[in-house]
């Protein structure tokens, strides 16, 4: 009696990083109520800079108070509002985007398309830009997210660009290449690559190299390029973070074709830290997407109390450079602690400059080479040591044995006691590594006085 999308169990719910999360709630941590609770780890929240935000608002009452000069604005913000959304938080929007980037491109808020978040962005792109049946290329590990958003409703299929460790997982010409032929094979059309730079789960910023080689695949594929760039305010260590319009722009290629071509994602859900208002956008050279995604967009709209008070809060440029400032320098300084007590448990992980999260390595900690043995110390974290973090294999990584931790989620306390965990769940692992190791040695050492003992024997 229900329609095949009610039915059918195509949502990813089942993916270990949802499961990850159905753990968590049945049993959450809190330092007083629950101390033996699972930490979130699985989670992109950045709630490092909240008391910035806070004190803004503290400052500015009549933002909250949805009043303008003393006066209130109720009664115009309840009532119905269109959905090209508020021409004054449009232009807020694109100069604060602009000053991410060090103001070396200059966006245009009648390209700009208000959505509900992030999620809502991406799947509307989806649906103008591809029929159900048709592909989008994503570099791996990706965002779990993405089965969900970019397939479920609208039909359009992921086909994978393995990227390995050999090279930090960067994106090859070679591996675009490879990824496009097998969407071939399996006769599917090929409509555009998505990235998401500064990457999602990597915590890198993509480089010239890759940035290139992503424009060169797209204009010799005729395909188009979505960069997810939400993550582009949180960048606190070199090298520097290049959108793709900048990118496109430095090549001199605004009057080609590949122009239209270019779409950018972006929300203020990760840079200020603000996942619940729901605020997202697309931002696009192509007029026809702009249009049909306007129209789509009065499925999810940003609310027009939201608008306004973030129309206020941006237009405080002392504020957004000082934001920006601060909270990429908290964001350097966390993730700091966090690596120095990874490596204190023998613990490495990927070099990163961007995100709210680090791409773990514990392959040493796998039983095999498996992603069965990365599935079984999953939940041997999540369930024995009350950790909830997201395995490799949720982002497809083609490589077992890699996790997602996120640390700007929770207090330096909550962290402590997460490391303490970690070790715990290090130290059985590295005391047998001790024992194999001293085995060793003196097995060598044995070999080493026989071997002499039968020399001297030889004389």
Known sequence: MLSKKASCDSHGQDSSYFLGWQEYEK?????????????????????????????????????LGLKRNGGSVFRELALFQDYHGFPAFKNELVEFMAEMRGNRVKFDPNKLVLTAGSTSANETLMFCLAEPGEAFLLPTPYYPGFDRDLKWRTGVEIVPIQCTSENGFQITAPALEEAYQRAQEFNLKVKGVLVTNPSNPLGTTMTTLELNHLIDFALAKEIHIISDEIYSGTVFNSPSFVSIVEAVT??????????????????????????????????????????????????????SQTQYMLSQMLKDKKFTANYLKENQKRLRKRRQMFVCGLKGAGIRCLKSNAGLFCWVDMRHLLKSNTFEAERELWMKVVCEFGLNISPGSSCHCSEPGWFRMCFANMSEDTLEVAMQRIKALVE?????????????????????????????SDR
């Not at 590295?430 to 001297?456: G, I, N």
């Open 27 to 63: 049993n959450p941590y809190d330092p007083v109520q629950n101390p033996n609770g699972i930490i979130q780890m699985g989670l992109a929240e950045n709630q490092l800079s909240f008391d910035l935000v806070e004190s803004w608002l503290a400052s500015n009452p009549d933002a």
């Open 428 to 456: 059985p692992t590295m005391v047998r590594q001790s024992v194999v190791s001293k085995s060793t040695w003196l097995q060598t050492k044995w070999v080493f006085q026989l071997a002499s003992y039968d020399r001297e």
């Open 250 to 303: 430095e090549r001199n290629l605004e009057d080609t074709e590949l122009w239209n071509r270019v779409h950018i994602v972006y929300s203020l859900s990760k840079d200020l830290g603000l996942p619940g208002f729901r605020v997202g956008m697309i931002y696009s050279n192509n007029q026809t997407v702009v249009s049909t995604a306007t129209k789509m967009s009065s499925f999810g709209l940003v609310s």
